[in-house]
Nanobody, 115 residues
Framework: QAQLVESGGGLVQPGGSLRLSCAAA????????MAWYRQAPGKTRELVAE???????IYADSVKGRFTISRDNAKNTVVLQMNSLKPEDTAVYYC?????????WGQGTQVTVSS
């Protein structure tokens, strides 16, 4: 099974940017879908963005135009570039790998947007 490790979270002011990285111990080329989810305190986990093996992407309406997801199969990494951050983006962000009905999750990285 895949082992995923997120990094790049931290504290940033509104309007700032962060780059989250998800490193996989194994190959992600076999994973049809890689995605980023987030969960704020007291709220359910929600899909932020996903990318297929073919490079097709889907974004939550709340992040369209601000976030960009990409994958580098050769480096076994998935990146979430976050720009124009808002306080409502504050959450723990999780990397996800999906194949059929199986899911693998990272441990999460905290993103806090505050002045």
């Amino acid at each position: 099974q895949a082992q995923l490790v997120e990094s790049g979270g931290g504290l940033v002011q509104p309007g700032g940017s962060l780059r989250l990285s998800c490193a996989a111990a194994g190959s992600i080329s076999s994973m049809p879908i890689m995605a980023w989810y987030r969960q704020a305190p007291g709220k359910t986990r929600e899909l932020v963005a996903e990318i297929t093996s073919g490079g097709n992407t889907i974004y939550a309406d709340s992040v369209k135009g601000r976030f960009t997801i990409s994958r580098d199969n050769a480096k076994n990494t998935v990146v979430l570039q976050m720009n124009s951050l808002k306080p409502e983006d504050t959450a723990v962000y999780y990397c996800n790998a999906n194949r059929l009905n199986l899911n693998w999750w990272g441990q999460g990285t905290q993103v806090t947007v505050s002045s």
